[in-house]
């Protein structure tokens, strides 16, 4: 973990994958090949777990699970298609040139970060991002604060590594429609009542 402390950008294979196959695609013009949220394909028996875990008939409305019935980009669809013509799949290199360089554009162009190549970590999941930036910027017994309500996970994994987990309520709406915000009072109040100072805040 030592080792690891420094800047880390984390980023899923599939993202990865889905951004460097859209980067490699010529924009299209309009109303041609862009990504629509009108039209929601049947998922059911597609070993989806947001719609296959519970029978049809049990009446339960599938909204505990954060995944959009959205089809792909054409681009990613495309990419993904060639990819399986091809017909061989063996090892591949953890990190391809093209996907790292895809986003390290994609950070430098929408947030103006620049990124060092060596900085960038493929892992296989935000969970599994989680474990490993609460194991690289805090020791055992210290606390990870993160706002909440919050993915459970979240709150779930610094206890799985014996840190200590402290939440920071963030204030409901007053009225529908309006966001979430951060009492910045009360979270200094609880840090200084917290027996162990956080390392590290979590934002979701």
């Not at 973990?1 to 294979?13: E, F, N």
């Not at 892992?123 to 055992?140: D, E, F, I, R």
């Amino acid at each position: 973990p030592a080792a690891m402390r420094g800047p880390v950008a984390v980023a899923s294979l599939a993202a990865v994958a889905a951004v460097a196959a859209a980067l490699q695609q010529k924009p299209s013009p309009p109303g041609q090949g862009q990504l629509g949220f009108d039209a929601c394909p049947d998922r059911r028996g597609t070993g989806s777990v947001k719609w296959d875990r519970y029978p049809a008939d049990a009446g339960i409305q599938p909204m505990w699970v954060a995944d959009m019935d959205v089809q792909s980009p054409p681009a990613v669809v495309e990419a993904l298609r060639r990819r399986v013509d091809h017909g061989c799949f063996g090892y591949n290199v953890a990190a391809p040139p093209a996907s790292v360089e895809a986003v390290r554009d994609y950070l430098a162009r929408e947030h103006g970060w620049e990124v060092d190549a060596a900085a960038i970590t493929f892992l296989p999941g935000v969970v599994q991002g989680l474990s490993v930036c609460t194991l690289a910027y805090s020791a055992p017994g210290e606390a990870v604060a993160t706002p909440t309500p919050v993915y459970p996970p979240i709150l779930a994994n610094p206890r799985i590594h014996g840190r200590a987990p402290l939440a920071l309520p963030m204030v409901p709406p007053p009225a529908p429609g309006a966001p979430w915000t951060f009492d910045f009072a009360d979270w200094r109040a609880r840090l200084r009542a917290s027996k162990q100072a956080p390392r590290l805040l979590v934002l979701c």
